[in-house]
């Protein structure tokens, strides 16, 4: 369920759409591969369909559906099938932030409480920009314990935005302001929120006045299972390795700034191509969301992120990238802004078992061969006891049985009880770990830094792990390969 961070499907291929012009030569053979590479992804990700955009100069180069929108009824992908957006819808909801910046009705360096005067007395530091970036310290409301049945923000209840706001503002900061960076989708829902204070409008009716009608995205919008959708894909995850539909989520957390919006690769080309215009916004408001953020020490943050934009390079290519999973759907979209080339993939499967960014990485790489990622190679190992016991932990989270004084106090806090149970399941549907590799070795203060590559049978992930002086956990993080 969460916006963050597999049954044999029969593929049927959807309605193909290629325009002339801006193409690569050999484009016909181009397009034969990327059939290929989508096609395998899909088995291999057991993905029931992929809808996919290519994009060059903004302009169309490919959009094709792939496999099924909708298992029951057998019904093919095509290239206007509607997907939800889950965090990529973020980037929307930022540059709605960013245009209400150029109007004056909001500095980046308010703090926040200006315009929640009630807020507790542990946000005074956060400001705008500390939202938009995730570096304000606030923890995540879309933990376990938070959304079950009695938890604060129980998925199957409505709320309004005042009691949501009032909600947040009972929970603990994770860290002081700017000292760190977490990813928490809490800190868009209040931006959504503020958004309505500041212009009386509902954040969707905000983004769809100001950004979705002027561009002509006319199939973008917010979710609504109640409203009669065309051509809207059905979303699906599995469970020990059977496919079920998307769990139920109310309408009111269904609709949140943080990542709530149905939408086409169709749609997302007049995004990009607006994206290289100041049709929106100001060139200079545009370079500053595509601009890491730094935190308090003058250190660019751990994630190399922006507002609501990841910022990197592939091979000294610049890209700017983001991904998105909620109820059942992922997706990714990355920017290669040097090659005015864009790629996006869209699916409807849960984001433990599906992954995006490998198919656009791939795509990418088809098109221009400079771009494709240069595989990290392990590096010497001369620490095996810590190897060991990462893959000891990593079985332990996969049984349950991951004990809580192996880490610091900070992590027991966040991890334990509920995050370190639902990292079990997934880890248990992996398997066990056929390698592991150390890909990275740092030191930071008194703190010692692994990165590895862990290799299950079907399922490759990057596990980063930081040490005390004392062999406490101080940090325990995945990443997609």
């Not at 004990?403 to 806090?413: G, I, N, S, V």
């Not at 966040?414 to 549907?429: Q, S, T």
Request: proline content about 4%.
């Amino acid at each position: 369920m969460m916006r963050k961070l597999a049954a044999v499907v029969v593929c049927v291929l959807g309605a193909v759409v290629v325009v002339a012009g801006n193409r690569l030569p050999a484009a016909d053979e181009a397009d034969k591969r990327v059939d290929a590479l989508v096609g395998s992804e899909l088995e291999r990700q057991r993905v029931p369909g992929v809808e996919l955009g290519v994009y060059r100069d903004g302009k169309l180069t490919k959009a094709r559906g792939y496999g099924l929108a909708n298992v029951e009824w057998n019904a093919a992908v095509t290239r206007d099938t509607i997907f939800q957006s889950g965090s990529v819808g973020k980037q929307f909801t930022a540059t709605a932030v960013m245009m209400l910046v150029e109007e004056g009705k909001v500095g980046l360096d308010d703090p926040i409480n200006k315009f929640f005067p009630d807020a507790p007395e542990t946000w005074n530091d956060i400001k705008v920009h500390n939202l938009l970036s995730h570096t304000s310290g606030l923890s995540e409301y879309e933990t376990g314990a938070r959304t079950k049945a009695g938890g604060p923000f129980y998925m199957r209840l409505d709320y309004t935005e005042d009691e949501l706001y009032k909600k947040i503002a009972e929970m603990p900061m994770d860290f002081k302001t700017g000292e760190d960076w977490a990813y928490r989708n809490t800190n868009y829902v209040l931006l959504g929120i503020l958004i309505h204070r500041l212009t009386g409008k509902f954040y969707g009716d905000f983004l769809q006045e100001r950004i979705f009608k002027p561009l002509g995205m006319t199939r973008t919008r917010i979710i609504s299972e109640e409203d009669i959708i065309p051509r809207r894909a059905a979303g699906y995850r599995l469970v020990k390795g059977e496919l079920k539909n998307q769990e139920w989520v109310s309408p009111s957390l269904n609709s949140t700034a943080d990542g709530a919006l149905y939408f086409t690769v169709e749609d997302l080309q007049k995004w990009d191509a607006a994206l290289y215009t100041e049709k929106l916004l100001q060139k200079a408001s545009l370079e500053r969301m595509w601009t890491v953020e730094k935190l308090n020490n003058g250190k660019p943050n751990k994630a190399n992120y922006g507002f609501a934009w990841e910022i990197d390079s592939v091979n000294g290519h610049r890209v700017i990238a983001h991904g998105g999973a909620w109820q059942g759907f992922t997706c990714y979209i990355a920017r290669y802004v040097d090659d005015r080339l864009t790629v996006v993939a869209l699916t409807n499967l849960d984001s433990g078992h599906s992954n995006p960014k490998k198919i656009v990485t791939g795509v990418a790489a088809i098109y221009n061969s400079a771009l494709t990622p240069a595989q990290e190679k392990p590096i010497a190992d001369k620490e095996p006891q810590v190897a060991e016991m990462v893959s000891r932990l990593l079985q332990d989270i996969a049984d349950g049985k991951a004990k809580p004084e192996q880490f610091t106090e900070e992590q027991q806090k966040r991890l334990f009880p509920d995050e370190i149970k639902e990292l079990g399941p997934a880890l248990k549907e992996f398997g066990e770990v056929k390698t592991l590799e150390l890909i990275a070795r740092t030191d930071e203060g008194e703190r010692r830094n692994y990165r590895y590559r862990a290799r299950y049978s079907q399922m490759t992930i990057m596990v980063s792990v930081g040490l005390t002086r004392d062999g406490k956990i101080a940090i325990l993080d995945f990443a997609e390969e």
